[in-house]
């Protein structure tokens, strides 16, 4: 069965402190990849895409993720963490021509003042 | 442009009770899919639907679950009856054409409790 592994449950950083939220995915053939974000009393958003071409992608509010095939692997990353990225953090794949989505069991991210 | 739309926002009710989940789409979305996230666990997929025909809906916990999406528009997606464990909170999002790999749009989710 296809699944989406998310390496921390809950993470807590200072505001400045680097982040790097772990995801792996089970093989099964080519993939889209996904992070969403979910800020507290908000709806689940899209930070990042990845489709095919450049496996370094950029999302929104200075988040960006790296598709690395040989590990099956598209972890999430921030250079410098703000109070306001406190949120739970889900990666899914999308097998393709599977329509939906795999979820893993998303990562709390705590950032202090 | 609104987004997707989800009611009720949150639900309250017994065991062996019905209740019945409304989504709204993106206007012109195709592609119409539940999920559902019970107790802080992974968002586990239900049901696709491409316009109004079930395109994939082995996600479905059981017979207990009834998902329609009549017209191709909004969704309903019905649990009678309900038990203990159908807690969580129900997921509708949509993305805009076919079978076409593209961004799902989530809605804000509809909690449900069942007591």
């Known amino acids: 069965a296809q699944s989406v592994s998310q390496h921390n449950h809950h993470v807590i950083l200072s505001e400045a402190a680097s982040l790097e939220l772990g995801c792996n995915y089970s093989?099964?053939?080519?993939?889209?990849l996904f992070w969403y974000v979910q800020y507290p009393g908000q709806h689940l958003q899209l930070l990042l895409k990845y489709f095919s071409g450049d496996p370094l992608v950029k999302g929104i509010k200075g988040f960006e993720a790296e598709f690395i095939k040989s590990k099956f692997s598209f972890n999430l990353r921030k250079p410098s963490v703000q109070w306001s990225d406190t949120a739970e953090y889900f990666c899914a794949v999308t097998y393709t021509n599977a329509g939906k989505s795999t979820f893993g069991d998303g990562t709390t991210l705590t950032v202090k003042p | 442009e609104a987004g997707v739309t989800q009611f009720p926002s949150h639900s309250v009710i017994e065991k062996g009770q019905t209740v019945t989940l409304r989504c709204d789409p993106i206007s012109g979305h195709d592609n119409l899919y539940w999920y559902r996230r019970v107790m802080g666990k992974e968002i586990k997929f239900l049901l696709h639907f491409v316009k109004e025909s079930k395109q994939d809906e082995s996600g479905m916990p059981n017979n207990r679950f009834l998902a329609e999406r009549t017209g191709g528009t909004y969704s309903t997606l019905k649990v009678q009856p309900a038990e203990l464990e159908d807690s969580g909170v129900y997921f509708c999002?949509?993305?805009?054409?076919?079978?076409?790999?593209?961004?799902?749009?989530f809605g804000p989710g509809t909690r449900l409790t069942v007591l």
């Open positions: 999002a949509s993305s805009y054409k076919g079978l076409l790999i593209n961004e799902q749009f």
């Open positions: 093989y099964g053939g080519t993939v889209n």
